[in-house]
């Protein structure tokens, strides 16, 4: 199954933008690449998702490399609402189900 | 909010007993997912479904059970329950042609 790695931790200051990155280096042609987050003392939720071309959504940006063997999740305007563990995973095309693997994340910190 | 909840919040329980957690969903969506989340890991897969009766092992299923009567409701039960089992269980949904998976708030477990 591949993996991803990402930084454990990062900080930002409130209102600048906050560049999330994320390897997968053994990542196959049919992988989709998602963005979840998750607030404190609640379950994930859905940020973005792609799977070649780079994607923008009301939440954030995704820019994926050529070679698709990273990608960085972008926050144009960091808020303290934005503080969370950002998770990248690659959905599991191998099963032929939408079985996700995720990581331990990156836990983002917003200075006021 | 996608029509997703879980039953009960909290449960505390002692060891060998057996616990059963309830995920049901109002959305008609095809594929369930139970999760559990530990400090130092991410979310981990124990089993998932992909039908009514259709189920089948995520990474730590070892211990879990699970049943899907109908569409709406994926039973989890921890038929001896044991300290390791002390977690907080997450349950997802996920259908049509979305590949984006929708959680719950989650279940806290201790057991003692």
């Known amino acids: 199954d591949a993996k991803t790695t990402q930084p454990n931790s990062m900080e930002s200051n409130e209102e600048e933008p906050v560049h999330l990155p994320c390897n997968h280096s053994t990542i196959s042609g049919t992988d989709y690449i998602h963005w979840y987050r998750q607030l404190p003392s609640q379950g994930p939720e859905y940020v973005i998702h792609?799977?070649?071309s780079n994607v923008n959504n009301r939440m954030a940006s995704l820019a994926i490399a050529e070679d698709r063997k990273s990608s960085t999740l972008i926050l144009h305007r960091a808020t303290l609402r934005d503080a969370a563990v950002y998770y990248c995973?690659?959905?599991?095309?191998?099963?032929?189900?939408?079985?996700?693997?995720f990581g331990t994340g990156t836990r983002l910190k917003v200075l006021a | 909010d996608a029509g997703i909840t879980q039953s009960p919040r909290h449960k505390v329980t002692e060891t060998g007993t057996p616990v059963t957690l309830r995920c049901h969903q109002t959305e008609n969506h095809r594929y369930m997912y139970w999760y559990r989340q530990d400090p130092g890991h991410g979310l981990r897969l124990i089993h998932y479904?992909?039908?009514?009766?259709?189920?089948d092992k995520g990474e730590v299923s070892d211990g879990y059970s699970v049943s899907r009567s109908k569409t709406e409701d994926f039973l989890l039960t921890l038929e001896s329950a044991t300290s390791s089992q002390t977690s907080v269980y997450f349950c997802?949904?996920?259908?049509?042609?979305?590949?984006?998976?929708?959680f719950g708030p989650g279940t806290r477990l201790t057991v003692l």
């Open positions: 997802a949904i996920q259908g049509g042609s979305s590949d984006t998976q929708y």
């Open positions: 479904s992909y039908g009514v009766k259709d189920t």
């Open positions: 792609g799977l070649t």
């Open positions: 995973i690659l959905r599991d095309s191998g099963s032929g189900t939408y079985k996700y693997i």
